[in-house]
């Protein structure tokens, strides 16, 4: 592994000069010391004496680590939950201890529903470097796919949607189009429509959001597009 080092010490090194090339021993620099820090985690990598193979499984599981996801599947077990301060009426909520972003729901009834917060992202379908995350979509892709126990989250699922402003008292927006998700499980990466569309409430509809047919969708949408 002595070469495997060597060459990484040099790659560090030319990008510690790329990053900075005026950069004075001792200086600190953001940038080097990712590089640096990146060094010492493969030298000690080298130092395990690792093979192609197990230095392979090694960054798989440091990947998870880094990311904040569990090594090994979630079991629903009473020793893993921290109870959660919620309002009158609201469920029983907990958070889970190994996996932060994991939360279970228990209803009044005994009904018990799963939210990973994590598990989903949305993409701007005329934007696809603009992500972000959505209360209602992560509603529908929970709706979708229940989360089951055990649990061991995979890829986050990307969901593509689309939205605009038909009236400017609304603010940025007040019409979502909720349109397709990208999953992937065992590697290989599925596409599943959904078009689903929705509007801010109007007079007396109660909830954050008000479910309409794809035809008003697309109204609302040349309304807009006239509007600018």
């Not at 130092?47 to 990311?67: A, Q, V």
């Not at 939210?115 to 529908?140: A, E, F, K, M, P």
């Not at 089951?148 to 689309?162: A, D, L, Q, S």
Request: glycine share 6%; with cysteine; proline share 4%.
């Amino acid at each position: 592994m002595s070469n495997m080092l060597d060459w990484a010490k040099r790659e560090v090194e030319i990008a510690c000069k790329k990053e900075n090339p005026n950069r004075k021993e001792g200086e600190f620099d953001y940038g080097c010391a990712c590089y640096e820090s990146a060094l010492k985690a493969f030298e000690s990598l080298c130092d395990d004496g690792h093979s192609g193979f197990s230095i392979k499984m090694t960054k798989s599981i440091l990947d998870r680590l880094l990311d904040r996801k569990p090594l090994t599947p979630i079991e629903d077990t009473d020793d893993i939950w921290n109870e959660c301060v919620r309002g009158k009426g609201c469920p029983k909520t907990y958070q889970c201890k190994r996996m932060s972003s994991l939360f279970k729901n228990v209803y009044a009834d005994g009904t018990v529903k799963y939210d990973d917060v994590d598990r989903s992202y949305c993409v701007d379908i005329n934007n696809r470097n603009c992500t972000y995350s959505s209360g209602l979509v992560r509603r529908i892709i929970d709706k979708m796919f229940p989360i089951t126990m055990p649990y061991m989250p995979g890829k986050p699922i990307k969901v593509y949607c689309e939205d605009f402003l038909t009236d400017k008292k609304n603010g940025d927006f007040d019409t979502v189009g909720v349109l397709y998700a990208i999953k992937t499980e065992d590697g290989n990466q599925e596409r599943i429509e959904i078009n689903r569309f929705f509007r801010e409430p109007e007079g007396d509809e109660e909830g954050s959001w008000t479910e309409i047919s794809k035809e008003e969708y697309y109204e609302r949408k040349e309304a807009a597009i006239d509007r600018i």
